[in-house]
């Protein structure tokens, strides 16, 4: 269970996004832990946040928040009943899926990262 403070919320998210992989805060901050994990290694106008937000393509934010930009990304639109927009965030949002295929040379599995030419 998320505890009101904000902190708490915000380490829930990231681990729920990694699925557990990002187990402490880099330089105190969840979020730029987060966005390192993803591969983002500088802040946007100082901002961690501002960064995974462009990460997601989220450019600008919603309301004058980027944290209701965030919540916007996931297909929240109201923090009611969980307090905050971050308690809603971290109780709501699905971690994204990466399309992976089996690598038969390496016998890997792989991120889906080719381009595959038509045949016409």
């Keep these: 269970m998320i505890s009101n403070d904000i902190t708490s919320a915000v380490q829930q998210y990231v681990l729920n996004q990694t699925n557990g992989a990002v187990t402490d805060p880099v330089n105190g901050s969840w979020v730029q832990a987060?966005?390192?994990?993803?591969?983002?290694?500088?802040?946007?106008?100082?901002?961690?946040?501002?960064?995974?937000?462009?990460?997601?393509?989220?450019?600008?934010?919603?309301?004058?928040?980027?944290?209701?930009?965030?919540?916007?990304?996931?297909?929240?639109?109201?923090?009611?009943g969980?307090?905050?927009?971050?308690?809603?965030?971290?109780?709501?949002?699905?971690?994204?899926?990466?399309?992976?295929l089996w690598e038969e040379i390496t016998d890997n599995w792989e991120a889906e990262t080719r381009n595959w030419e038509a045949i016409v």
């Design 34 to 80: 987060y966005c390192e994990y993803l591969g983002v290694t500088e802040p946007v106008n100082a901002s961690w946040l501002q960064a995974l937000c462009e990460y997601f393509g989220i450019t600008a934010p919603l309301y004058g928040s980027w944290v209701i930009a965030l919540a916007n990304f996931y297909g929240i639109t109201t923090p009611a």
């Design 82 to 100: 969980y307090g905050t927009w971050w308690m809603a965030i971290a109780d709501l949002a699905t971690p994204p899926t990466t399309a992976v």
